[in-house]
């Protein structure tokens, strides 16, 4: 579903009888109001994102003897090189694949060989570390080994320009995004119903999450790190 389609869906359902929408030949989301729809829109896809696995990735990392700490950030990235304070690109790209800023957390690290490696395990010396979400501590590194770090992605930002970008969701949680958005838009009216409204959504949210998890209905194929650096010629 895009955008477009399902802010349609969003004012003929839970923004229905709200100033949000307007009568165009059906119900439409104001254009005044397009803005904060979309941004509570990416709110929901954020937080869905981070609840559930919905998307992994990967990058490559080309290490350096006197690095130890790698931030998963653009800045690195060998092909936007250069770039205003850093000294040595890390991040190998495949032409038009640049890494984009979309780290939620890691998930594995994996070496060169496609072993995994000990992730935060202080009694293993073979470990690897991440002190924050978006940087890979790499006690012993060494210059031109290939490191392949395993995340879980954020879904591309939405935008007013772009009404036909798709949204990225299972069938089964389209509704707790509505119901997501639905509830942040109805806490900023200022008043008991409105108030009453977003709890309400905020409970049907949680009711959807709590169904798909029980069923579990979400499966992920695990990444194999060997056959990516196959697939990006770097073995």
Request: hydrophobic fraction near 40%.
């Amino acid at each position: 579903m895009n955008l477009q389609d399902f802010c349609k869906k969003l004012a003929n359902g839970r923004l229905s009888n709200t100033s949000m929408v307007e009568d165009s030949g059906g119900l439409i989301i104001k254009v005044a109001q397009r803005q904060k729809v979309i941004d509570a829109i990416n709110e929901g896809l954020i937080r869905l994102y981070t609840r559930f696995i919905l998307s992994e990735k990967d990058v490559v990392i080309s290490l350096r003897d006197h690095i130890t700490s790698y931030r998963l950030n653009s800045l690195y990235s060998e092909s936007l090189y250069p770039q205003d304070g850093v000294e040595i690109p890390y991040i190998l790209d495949l032409p038009g694949e640049v890494f984009s800023n979309d780290v939620i957390k890691v998930l594995a690290v994996y070496n060169h060989d496609g072993c995994e490696l000990p992730l935060n395990n202080s009694t293993n010396v073979k470990s690897v570390f991440t002190p924050r979400f978006d940087v890979v501590q790499v006690p012993e590194p060494k210059t031109g080994e290939l490191m392949n770090v395993v995340y879980q992605a954020k879904h591309i930002l939405l935008t007013v320009a772009d009404p036909l970008e798709e949204i990225t969701l299972p069938d089964t949680l389209y509704g707790a995004l509505e119901a997501y958005v639905a509830h942040l838009l109805f806490a900023d009216i200022n008043s008991d119903d409105a108030k009453i409204r977003s709890d309400k959504q905020l409970a049907k949210y949680e009711q959807i999450c709590g169904d798909v998890i029980l069923t579990d209905t979400i499966s992920l194929t695990n990444i194999q790190s060997n056959i990516k650096f196959q697939n990006r010629g770097w073995i």
